[in-house]
């Protein structure tokens, strides 16, 4: 497909000044932004145009070169002079730059921006969630203290409806002024306009000519079942209006999960500490368990039964975030000494003992070890 002609795409004549092609291509970036055509992508790739358009333009000698030898002067093997002939020339990487240059502040940018400072600010916020409900997923109510855009001027920062700014007066709407350092002369981003090259003539007197108000906005998360303790959760565009045409943040949601009475999870595995009747780990049976998902498990119990053996419930644990594995559940046994005796408990258990051969110092099956605690005390 054939490349439109530049001077063309931004709708000027072949010898515009530079103060035309900016004011051409301001008009058109502006109106053409992404961020005031989400989803559009005719917009998107005219944006991409006029802005490789203007990048070339603006430079007196790439555009002297696309003068003598149009596109073909930034085409690999090109004509072109050194510099810019191989590889033609990165427009992709410099697009933030240009329209950082050209718009700074009006675009959201904030004094001395950076590229990120274009954007609204991002927002914070933290909830705090009981186990079950990361374990199921859930809906949470967050109260955030914001910015949102000005009703009164409808964002723009102006009281005037069409007028919405005036060359500023330091830059002369340059965005940048230059000054003497020793031997060199260094350009810096205009004080006054904060590079945006613009002041607004009469500042909407609700807004301050921010175009942005302070408010508390009340939003829902949804937070996904598997989240983890200490998750961050990203709802993008949901942070500060950028005001005056600016992009806004990001709201980034902290989750903390609240410890649980019953419950304790290892990654996607959960653990549940069960006591047991001595006569149940001695003889064996079936008990009931809760499982993190509300319902009831049965677990068989072997005769014999010591306090911290483990018995998985396959499945019974946590979703894996961004996948259909679930983790399991294990069941923790501590074995209880039965205490506050009836008089026939103690009986029977005295039996017991007298039937397990019990004596002051063990019954046989502990033979093994006092004979090594024997062992040890004659070799101190
Ligand atoms: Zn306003
Ligand atoms: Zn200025």
Do not use: W
């Amino acid at each position: 497909m054939a490349k439109t002609d530049y001077y063309q795409l931004l709708g000027v004549q072949r010898g515009a000044s530079a103060d035309e092609l900016k004011k051409a291509y301001r008009k058109l970036a502006m109106q053409h932004h992404p961020d005031r055509n989400p989803g559009d992508k005719a917009a998107e790739q005219k944006f991409k145009d006029i802005n490789e358009a203007y990048d070339v333009l603006k430079d007196e000698q790439k555009r002297a070169a696309y003068d003598r030898f149009g596109h073909a002067a930034f085409e690999n093997g090109g004509p072109g002079p050194g510099g810019f002939g191989a590889g033609g020339f990165g427009f992709e990487g410099g697009i933030g730059d240009i329209f950082e240059q050209m718009f700074g502040e009006a675009m959201g940018g904030r004094r001395g921006g950076g590229r990120s400072e274009r954007t609204g600010a991002d927002v914070r916020a933290a909830v705090e969630i009981d186990l079950t409900q990361a374990f199921a997923g859930t809906k949470v109510d967050v109260r955030v203290a914001t910015r949102v855009a000005c009703d009164a001027c409808s964002g723009t920062g102006s009281s005037d409806k069409q007028a919405a700014a005036d060359k500023c007066p330091t830059c002369g709407g340059a965005g940048r002024v230059r000054a003497q350092q020793g031997f060199f002369v260094v350009e810096r981003t205009c004080p006054t306009c904060g590079g945006s090259g613009r002041t607004i003539r009469n500042p909407c007197r609700v807004c301050a000519g921010a175009g942005t108000v302070p408010r508390e906005r009340n939003l829902s998360v949804a937070i996904p079942a598997g989240v983890e303790d200490g998750t961050r959760i990203r709802l993008s565009g949901e942070g500060e209006a950028g005001g005056k045409g600016a992009a806004p943040g990001d709201l980034y949601v902290h989750v903390a999960i609240r410890p649980h009475p019953i419950f304790q999870r290892d990654g996607a595995n959960v653990f549940c500490r069960v006591p047991l009747r001595m006569g149940q780990a001695a003889l064996g049976g079936e008990i009931e368990v809760p499982a993190i998902d509300g319902s009831r498990a049965r677990v068989k119990i072997p005769s014999g039964t010591q306090t911290g053996d483990q018995f998985r419930l396959r499945g019974k644990g946590f979703s894996v975030l961004r996948s259909t594995q679930r983790g399991d559940m294990y069941i923790q046994v501590a074995v209880e000494t039965p205490q506050n005796l009836t008089k026939r408990q103690r009986e029977l258990l005295e039996e017991f003992e007298r039937e397990s051969g019990g004596t002051a110092s063990g019954s046989p099956e502990h033979e093994g070890f006092f004979a090594k605690v024997k062992e040890f005390f004659e070799g101190i």
